[in-house]
């Protein structure tokens, strides 16, 4: 399938902003199951200072507000191939050494409400197991669409009994790092069959399967990530994978407008 | 005079004067007591006038205090120095051959020498560092490492300092004053020089410049400001390379490189030597509360913008847990025997090994796995049974936070006191400079001395001077 996607971001503050800068997390990756067939990210108010490629093998690039700017947009456009694996990535590439993904972060660290919902879980196989970990999660935590709370970790949003992707997600990889598997939080675009407007991007998680490498789960969803699923970043949690991450001085005031289209060509 | 066992660096037991003493001795003879007392009274106004104190951690009241110096050098001949820095070229070369492979392809792991979790559970190691090429390939642009003496020929590993050694402007402070009070000494021994270290740190820095560096490098030093306890060292040693001593905020990114604030706008920055810790030195991409750093260095660093001085991610090569693998470290990256000893250390994550420790606590000393400058350490021998009990309890609870060793018979050398000259206990902290033009190990170092008879803590926060140290010519 083949999905064109447009993503603007603007932020707009009262006061100017003297100095800031951004981390964008936002080229989707090149891998077995996507291509990239075209991608350019443009930023107004800000210019493009360098960029990188992180441990994750992630592309960063770090942007820079223009002096006293009183807004900032950040759009990324482009196209991307994707083949449908039933989740299944294969296996690990680096450059980050497997063994990284079973560690904690403070968003995924467990607590005695995540190694009690992992002690339900129930199958014979990794891949049951996995799944009926999902499922589980899916059950206990509602999906709720509104804004995430960026602070929760996994143990706040299990307690809560609700959350977004994103707290699914933080779920779904601390229980499965705490039962043994490596993990990692993955940020992307997901098209919806309804429509074509978004409010934000879709989070889903890998665990990784011994013979089979990496596999993907939505656990919002309670589904294996298809063809109609983007990856654009990836990382220990949120706080890695993020779209944006930022600091600045000034700039009080902040409002954020996102508008997000995925659409099959 | 050899007391007590222990192996005296100046005199042998037969009270004859070991071959480097030689000509200090019969100078030393011929002095008046009354007139070196008065000298060691002068080199501590010196001390005062040069603005050298020492900021001690954990005591408000006495916030700046000098560190004594002590006017009997430490003196070790050129052969023994020869022997002494091939041991060192190879370890530093070895450290960052390590660094360079636990951030690539981890051989070291999947050659089984090293255990996975040696890594995977160490705090030390920083994954922001995971794929990148420092330039020029250097990790540890300036590393000191602690040694002592048990012998004529034997020296011990005490320590790796990878991440960013300071007591450098000690060795050079210790130089100059003694040249100034005693220039006679001078004449009578052929000591070789240690004034040309800011030259060669600038030398060494430069050339460790990221690749397409047009031009002579800029080079700075970064502080964390006046109130860090080697302020002084940072300030001294940007004045002596003559090049600007910067704190965070006089840097920020500009056009993808870190530049520094400047009477006619922003100037690039090329290496920077910095004595900021790693958590501190981008709240962009770590500590986000930090005041100390510069937003965006890790991200200039890793697209390969500017050198950062020793590299971050370093320290998990001085991790004390890491240390007692030094040996296979040094033998699989150089496949040769390694010429310096390594201490030989329990590491009390292991259960056999935390069972020895605890039945043998009154001989042993035990350290932090993180800690340094002395702090959170049990000296067996010199310890009360009360301590002995409160570590005992620490142990238990966190046996993975410590290692332990036994306590080393270190070498005495005398100081100069009222009563005449007096063995006391001291180690040595010689410097390394490492660039893609090699390793040059600046002859001596700083020896430090622990001042009260029987100690065996140099450590200056824990009340130890320092010596002057001459490596003598042929």
Known sequence: ??????????????????????????????????????????????????????????????????????????????????????????????????????????????????????????????????????????????????????????????????????DHTHIFITAAR????PARYVSGYLMLDDRVEQEAMHAWAEAHVAGLGWVGFDVANGIAPDNRYVRVATGLDYAEAAPVTGLRTGGAGEALSVRIGVAQQ | MGDGGFFDEMWRDAGEVREPYRRFNA??????????????????????????????????????????????????????????????????????????????????????????????????????MIGVKPPGGIYTHVVGIDLVRTGPGQFYVLEDNARTPSGVSYMLENRETMLQMFPELFVRNRVQP???????????????????????????????????SAYYEHAFLADQMGVDLVEGHDLRV?????????????????????????????????????????????????????????????GIADDKAIYSYMPEIVEFYTGERPLLENVPTWRCSDPDALAYVLDNLADLVVKEVHGS????????????????????????????????????????????????????HVDLRPFVLCSPEGVRITPGGLTRVALKKGSLVVNSSQGGGTKDTWVLED
């Open chain 1, 1 to 166: 399938m083949r999905l064109t996607i447009r993503h603007t971001t603007r932020y707009s503050f009262d006061a100017p902003v003297s100095h800031g800068l951004q981390q964008l997390r936002k080229t989707p990756k090149t891998g077995q199951q996507q291509r990239v067939v075209r991608w350019r990210t443009e930023v107004e108010g800000g210019h493009k200072e360098l960029s990188f490629t992180d441990h994750h093998n992630n592309l960063v690039e770090l942007v820079s507000f223009d002096r006293d700017t009183q807004s900032l947009a950040v759009i990324s456009e482009g196209e991307v191939e994707i083949r449908d694996t039933s989740g299944v990535l294969g296996p690990h590439v680096g450059p980050a050494p497997l063994w990284l993904y079973r560690r904690g972060t403070a968003l995924t660290k467990a607590g005695s409400g995540v190694r009690g919902l992992a002690r339900t879980v129930e199958g014979e196989t990794e891949l049951d197991r996995l799944h009926s970990l999902m499922q589980v999660i899916h059950a206990a935590v509602a999906f709720e669409i509104g804004e995430p709370q960026t602070d929760w970790g996994a143990e706040e949003a299990l307690a809560a009994g609700k959350g977004v992707c994103q």
């Open chain 2, 254 to 314: 500009v056009d993808g490189r870190v530049a520094m604030r400047t009477t006619r706008g922003y100037k690039p920055i090329d290496v920077l030597y910095r004595r900021v810790d790693d958590d501190f030195l981008d709240p962009l991409n770590f500590t986000p509360e930090s005041q100390l750093g510069i937003p965006g260095i890790m991200d200039v660093y890793r697209s390969g913008g500017i050198t950062i001085a020793n590299a971050p991610g370093t």
């Open chain 2, 373 to 424: 400058g002395g702090y959170g350490m049990l000296i067996g021998p010199t310890a009360t049974k009360k301590e002995i009990a409160a570590f005992r309890r620490k142990l238990r609870a966190r046996p993975g936070h410590y290692i332990a060793q036994p306590t080393l018979a270190l070498s005495t050398v005398p100081i100069f006191s009222r009563a005449g000259l007096a063995p006391r």
């Open chain 1, 178 to 181: 705490e039962m043994g598997w």
């Open chain 2, 194 to 228: 240690v004034q040309t270290y800011p030259a060669d740190l600038r030398r060494s820095l430069a050339a460790s410049a990221p690749a397409g560096t047009a031009g002579r490098p800029t080079v700075a030093v970064l502080t964390p400001g006046i109130y860090n």
């Open chain 2, 27 to 128: 100078w030393f003879e011929d002095e008046n007591p009354r007139d070196l007392l008065a000298k060691q009274r002068e080199a501590e106004d010196l001390f005062r006038l040069a603005g050298i104190t020492f900021n001690v951690y954990g005591r408000a009241e006495a916030e700046e205090r000098l560190i004594p110096f002590d006017i009997i050098p430490r003196i070790i001949a050129n052969a023994e120095w020869q022997r002494l820095s091939r041991g060192i070229e190879q370890r530093v070369r070895a450290i960052n051959a390590f660094l360079h492979d636990i951030y690539h392809r981890q051989e070291i792991v999947k050659a089984g020498r090293l255990p996975e979790g040696m890594l995977a559970r160490n705090a030390a190691f920083l994954p922001q």
